[in-house]
């Protein structure tokens, strides 16, 4: 439970059962906005906050975890170096290789990148007392959707050869005829060039923030509930029902495991089917 | 609600913060991209390298052992070939000391045969001689008797011997065709 979650359920810890007491809150997106430590009262910033703090945290993962795993190489590879191999393999024959072949990896570095990076922002919503995942403050996700935009439209122009070619070729669909294209360029300049982006970073923003504030209002709807005070009957079953909302909390947090791992995987998966779609001559 | 700013739009972006993020994916960025994945991908490709060199060297082990053997199965029917010639050129001497001895043996009966034959022969003239002086004394001495007369001279005498033994041996002839027929 995040430090807000138990700020919030503390409030209104044991309330079932408890005459006149009060009722369930449930949490809402309050939690996604911590109150900045340091704030520089400018428009557009969110301040010294958590998110800030659980950033560097995770930064500081993926360095320890790079530092980790290729400080000693050799040829029959320790458990360190192995854990680093499997790592790098998975990116490139799951993600790199399937979208864009041999060719693509020369992007292995980026798109190595981008999948440690989400995945340690994302699994700082797992960190005990801490826990809020990074991507779900768009702004995070939203810089890393904007470094890929930029390196597929980059790629783009120069494997097609000049930027009208990149352009042409992205926004007229070829063997279309000529009277259609009217409505099809605009609804392809907005696909690619205005959804995709936008899409990109809202996906794994979006799935981090509805899978934490599941997971807070389990953790809020156990301490609700939590109530062993209210008489021997009222008291057993609000332990009951306070051990259940905590099981499904411990429940939803093994699952939410895996969909941090899937969000980083389609993240990187995406841009690599960017990158590669740019590459291709359309 | 303690600890909490007032309520924005979830759709924020915050200049700050991305340019934070930013910074902090640069900082990974570069790490990986100066340390960890060409150090991998180092160990990768020297891996693979190593692989096929341990493959490539069982394929040179293989052809070694191979022509090894190929050399010690020619030798070997090399040794077979010699053996049965040394075993043929054996039987050949054999056979020719046996025919070489063979001869030897018939010369060497030969010769003791003619030997004998002419020891036979020398022994039968001897006996003829000698049976012909006793039989010319026993001839001249029973004429003598019978005759009652002394041959005069010795011609005569062994004129008259040689006239009877011719008789004689006639006689002894014409018996001997008689008693073939």
């Not at chain 1, 360190?80 to 799951?94: A, H, N, P, Y």
């Not at chain 1, 051990?243 to 429940?251: D, E, N, T």
């Not at chain 2, 007032?6 to 570069?30: M, T, Y």
């Amino acid at each position: 439970m995040s430090a807000d979650t138990l700020n919030l359920a503390a409030e209104g810890g044991g309330g079932l059962f408890t005459p006149g007491g009060p009722g369930f809150e449930a949490p809402s997106v309050g939690i996604f906005f911590p109150s900045p430590w340091a704030d520089y009262n400018l428009p557009y910033t969110g301040g010294f906050n958590k998110y800030v703090v659980l950033l560097l945290v995770a930064t500081a993962l993926v360095a320890l975890f790079l530092w980790w795993t290729a400080r000693r190489q050799s040829v029959v590879p320790g458990r360190s170096q192995g854990i680093g191999e499997l790592t790098f393999l998975f990116v490139r024959d799951q993600i790199s290789r399937p979208m864009m072949g041999v060719k693509g990896d020369k992007y292995m570095p980026l798109l190595l990148s981008l999948f440690l990076f989400v995945f340690a922002m994302n699994v700082m919503g797992l960190i005990p007392f801490l826990q809020l995942p990074v991507t779900s403050n768009l702004s995070y996700p939203a810089g890393l959707a904007a470094i890929v935009y930029i390196t597929f439209i980059v790629v783009g122009i120069r494997a097609q050869g000049g930027v009208a070619k990149y352009f042409k070729g992205a926004v007229v669909p070829s063997g279309a005829p000529w009277w259609i294209l009217p409505i099809l360029v605009p609804i392809e300049i907005i696909s690619n060039f205005l959804i995709r982006p936008a899409t990109h970073a809202i996906r794994v923003f979006a799935t981090m923030f509805a899978g934490h504030l599941l997971l807070a209002t389990f953790a809020a709807a156990g301490w609700y509930m939590f109530n062993p005070a209210a008489g021997p009957l009222f008291g057993t079953i609000s332990v009951l029902f306070s051990g259940a909302s905590l099981l499904a909390f411990i429940v939803f947090t093994a699952f939410e495991l895996v969909i941090m791992f899937l969000q980083a995987f389609v993240f990187t998966l995406l841009a690599a089917l960017y990158i590669g779609q740019a590459q291709e001559a359309h | 609600m303690l600890g909490l700013a007032a309520e924005e739009n979830v759709l924020r972006i915050h200049i700050d913060e991305l340019v934070f993020g930013l910074i902090a994916f640069a900082l990974i960025f570069g790490l990986v991209y100066k340390y960890a994945v060409p150090r991998i991908t180092k160990m990768l490709d020297e891996r693979a390298d190593s692989i096929e060199g341990g493959i490539e060297r069982a394929k040179n082990a293989e052809a070694e052992a191979e022509e090894l053997r190929q050399q010690y199965k020619e030798k070997l029917e090399e040794a077979h070939r010699s053996y049965a010639a040394e075993l043929q050129k054996a039987g050949e001497q054999r056979a020719a000391i046996i025919a070489e001895a063979k001869e030897e043996a018939q010369v060497e009966a030969r010769r003791i045969i003619e030997a004998a034959h002419a020891q036979i022969e020398a022994d039968r003239q001897q006996a003829l001689q000698q049976l012909r002086t006793e039989i010319g004394a026993l001839s001249t001495d029973l004429a003598t008797r019978i005759v009652g007369e002394t041959l005069s001279d010795s011609a005569a005498q062994s004129r008259v011997i040689d006239r009877f033994l011719d008789e004689l041996e006639q006689g002894a002839t014409a018996q001997q065709q008689a008693e073939v027929r």
